[in-house]
């Protein structure tokens, strides 16, 4: 631990001895203004103790932290819900930044300074993995693949239902001569809607109304296990955000794009 990040803890630990001599949990108020008095150089913007249990969310300005209810321990990183299979930080930091893609945000929240961070020399900031440029497919069965379109280009999206930027991307691809070979992953608690998808009779109608949000036409059950495999492979390649687009040659794009830039990257696995 650096030097910084142990100065950080102990005075987190003092703000605690003024609120564990309480005989019941410290409220979002107490644990705030500790932070507010330990913490002078972090302008806290708020502190919601009710979203996971034994945590306190921390917002301060664009970035996001978590804080134990004694106000002692301090948690930079990603809160993930393995129920809903629910990435709870970057949805999070996508409602407070709504102009932000999923991946950027996460990944600014990951590289963000933490509060009264060490600066170089005291400490080690932590990062998420860099997306590669280039991504083999190859080992990737067709099981967790929902291929729509039918254009001589092929083009991979890891994809969430519930991201704004996915379906204004797949509205810009259904104009395009292109065939898309879409794989969902959950970042933001898509998972039952992508297993309805994966296993509707009419799987390009069930991703239109995936993204309409309208009722998903139910198919047989299927095996789903190709989600899982999806979701893997994201998580080994450092693909914490959607959508990220894969071209036939494994370059890699993320985010939405417009289509004339999307016409003119695909181009670019013919050269």
Known sequence: MGMAQGTLLAALAGA????TGSATAPTATQVEAALKERLPKTKVTSVDCSKVDGLCEVVAGQNLFYVDRSARFLVIGRVYDMQTRQ??????????????????????NAAADAPEAPTAGTGTRVTQPAVAQRLDLSRLSNKGAIVWGSGPEKVTVFSDFHCGYCRALSQTLETMNVTVVERPIS?????????????????????????????????????????????????????????????SDGAVLEGFKPKPLLAQWLKGAKS
């Open 187 to 247: 970042v933001l608690g898509s998972r039952e809607i992508a297993d309805q998808v994966l296993c509707a009779r009419d799987r390009h109608a069930a991703v239109r109304a995936a993204y309409a949000q309208d009722p998903i036409r139910p198919g047989p059950k299927c095996d789903t296990s190709g989600l899982d495999e999806n979701e893997a492979f994201a998580r080994a390649h450092g693909l914490n955000g959607t959508p990220v687009i894969v071209r």
């Open 16 to 19: 605690a001895m003024m609120l």
């Open 87 to 108: 990435d709870l930080t970057a949805a999070r930091l996508l409602a407070l930044n709504p102009d932000m893609l999923v991946g950027s945000a996460a990944k600014a």
